[in-house]
């Protein structure tokens, strides 16, 4: 089906033209009546919380998330806090790679978000691993497509782990995932993909493209709250190490006339890395109500909506002396633009605020994020204020 606008689901403020959703994105009015209703669930009739519903709607999330990104299993979906927490699950197994002591590197790509280097500091220093980072090129034409050429002939048998994005954060460069998780499978290196800026707005196979796990903050394109997210986790994890000891991790956790009667093995695949209290009676709905719209929708129909919306904007932007990567290289939800050399970027960023246009400053570039509640209008309000900036 082809979308239409869909911004009368959502309550933003009138008078904002928002094009910042990979920073926040806004919220469903539906998704705040469940939380709502979460809210006062706890707060006045505790006595309607059964035992059954710490697991319930949890593992319909889990299903619905499986069906967004073509999971086969949705016991391999674990719900995280945050992108860190993710993160964290795969630092903490790391030596269980065969061969560990054989590697050399971590592969990263430069300009990454700080959560997916903090999160292996400890990890190198352990294993005697080093950080090798497979640089920008420093040309504009083509710089998408030799990325990922770069990419590939950085993996090597020394490489024990690839940590990446399928979106670039700052520039919106795509990243060619399925080859990547080939030359990764030859090497025997693990494949870790942060899918925060493209899951729930670009189309993302787990089955197609093989790797790890893909971790997810909930609260940019899967239009969740904030402090939830989800992580995909492959066969590596099936007997890993967890973050935190849970109660809910156990088998036959849901059966409480038996919770004292101490239960070493854990639930199935990925369960053991749920969070604590991942039953969250206030998040979980709100998280669940964003995740049935979106599979509602369909993420192609999402992204040909966005390129609807910014094809005409971005042959205007060009025409000033804006750059953007390949349209091979990009996708339409997150656009990384460099402005003309005479433009600084926190000036027009700061005047494009004056006007209530809202988008992101990321030093480098600016970045321009929307999605189904915004309109080619929006576009082409930044568009004259440019015009008016050179």
Same mark, same amino acid.
């Given at each position: 089906?082809?979308?239409? /606008? $869909?911004?009368?689901?959502?309550?933003?403020?009138? +008078?904002?033209?928002?094009?910042?959703?990979?920073?926040?994105?806004? !919220?469903?009015?539906?998704?705040?009546?469940?939380?709502?209703?979460?809210?006062?669930?706890?707060?006045?009739?505790?006595?309607?919380?059964?035992?059954?519903?710490?697991? !319930?709607?949890?593992?319909?999330?889990?299903?619905?998330?499986?069906?967004?990104? /073509?999971?086969?299993?949705? $016991?391999?979906?674990?719900?995280?806090?945050?992108?860190?927490?993710?993160?964290?699950?795969?630092?903490?197994?790391?030596?269980?790679?065969?061969?560990?002591?054989?590697?050399?590197?971590?592969?990263?790509?430069?300009?990454?978000?700080?959560? &997916?280097?903090?999160?292996?500091?400890?990890?190198?220093?352990?294993?005697?691993?080093?950080?090798?980072?497979?640089?920008?090129?420093?040309?504009?034409?083509?710089?998408?497509?030799?990325? &990922?050429?770069?990419?590939?002939?950085?993996?090597?048998?020394?490489? =024990? #782990?690839?940590?990446?994005?399928?979106?670039? %954060?700052?520039?919106?460069?795509?990243?060619?995932?399925?080859?990547?998780?080939?030359?990764?499978?030859?090497?025997?290196?693990?494949?870790?993909?942060?899918?925060?800026?493209?899951?729930?707005?670009?189309?993302?196979?787990?089955?197609?493209?093989?790797?790890? =796990?893909?971790?997810?903050? +909930?609260?940019? %394109?899967?239009? @969740?709250?904030?402090?939830? +997210?989800?992580?995909?986790?492959?066969?590596?994890?099936?007997? @890993?190490?967890?973050?935190?000891?849970? %109660? #809910?991790?156990?088998?036959?956790?849901?059966?409480? =006339?038996?919770?004292?009667?101490?239960?070493?093995?854990?639930?199935?695949?990925?369960?053991?890395?749920? #969070?604590?209290?991942?039953? &969250?009676?206030?998040?979980?709905? #709100?998280?669940?109500?964003?995740? !049935?719209?979106?599979?509602?929708? @369909?993420?192609?129909?999402?992204? /040909?909506?966005?390129?609807?919306? !910014? $094809?005409?904007?971005?042959?205007?932007?060009?025409?000033? +002396?804006?750059?953007?990567?390949?349209?091979?290289?990009?996708? &339409?939800?997150?656009?990384?633009?460099?402005?003309?050399?005479?433009?600084?970027?926190?000036?027009?960023?700061?005047?494009?605020?004056?006007?209530?246009?809202?988008?992101?400053?990321?030093?480098?570039?600016?970045?321009?994020?929307?999605?189904?509640?915004?309109?080619?209008?929006?576009? %082409?309000?930044?568009?004259?204020?440019?015009?008016?900036?050179?």
């Amino acid at each position: 089906m082809a979308l239409t /606008n $869909q911004q009368h689901l959502f309550s933003i403020e009138e +008078g904002i033209t928002y094009l910042n959703g990979a920073a926040y994105s806004p !919220t469903l009015k539906s998704s705040v009546e469940r939380g709502i209703e979460g809210i006062h669930l706890k707060a006045t009739t505790p006595f309607k919380i059964s035992g059954q519903d710490h697991f !319930t709607l949890p593992e319909k999330v889990q299903q619905l998330f499986s069906k967004l990104v /073509n999971i086969a299993d949705y $016991q391999r979906v674990a719900i995280i806090p945050s992108v860190s927490y993710g993160m964290a699950i795969v630092a903490n197994n790391i030596h269980r790679l065969p061969n560990l002591s054989q590697k050399k590197h971590i592969i990263q790509i430069q300009d990454e978000f700080p959560n &997916n280097v903090y999160a292996f500091d400890r990890v190198c220093q352990t294993h005697n691993l080093t950080y090798k980072t497979i640089a920008k090129p420093d040309v504009l034409e083509y710089r998408g497509k030799l990325w &990922n050429e770069h990419i590939l002939e950085g993996i090597t048998t020394e490489t =024990a #782990m690839v940590v990446m994005p399928n979106i670039h %954060w700052i520039y919106g460069v795509k990243f060619d995932l399925e080859t990547i998780s080939k030359r990764c499978k030859e090497v025997g290196a693990l494949l870790i993909i942060d899918g925060t800026q493209s899951v729930g707005a670009l189309d993302f196979d787990v089955e197609k493209i093989q790797p790890d =796990a893909v971790i997810c903050a +909930g609260y940019k %394109w899967l239009l @969740g709250p904030y402090s939830i +997210g989800l992580a995909y986790l492959g066969e590596f994890f099936d007997e @890993g190490v967890p973050v935190e000891e849970s %109660w #809910m991790h156990r088998a036959e956790s849901d059966n409480f =006339a038996k919770l004292i009667r101490y239960e070493r093995a854990y639930r199935p695949k990925a369960q053991r890395y749920n #969070m604590g209290e991942h039953s &969250n009676f206030i998040l979980m709905p #709100m998280l669940e109500d964003s995740l !049935t719209q979106l599979v509602n929708w @369909g993420v192609d129909n999402i992204q /040909n909506y966005t390129k609807t919306i !910014t $094809q005409q904007p971005i042959k205007a932007l060009q025409e000033l +002396g804006c750059w953007l990567e390949n349209e091979a290289y990009r996708a &339409n939800h997150l656009l990384g633009i460099s402005l003309p050399q005479n433009i600084d970027n926190q000036f027009f960023t700061d005047k494009l605020s004056a006007k209530k246009i809202i988008i992101s400053n990321r030093g480098v570039a600016i970045r321009v994020s929307q999605n189904v509640y915004n309109t080619e209008a929006d576009l %082409w309000a930044l568009v004259e204020v440019l015009k008016t900036s050179l």
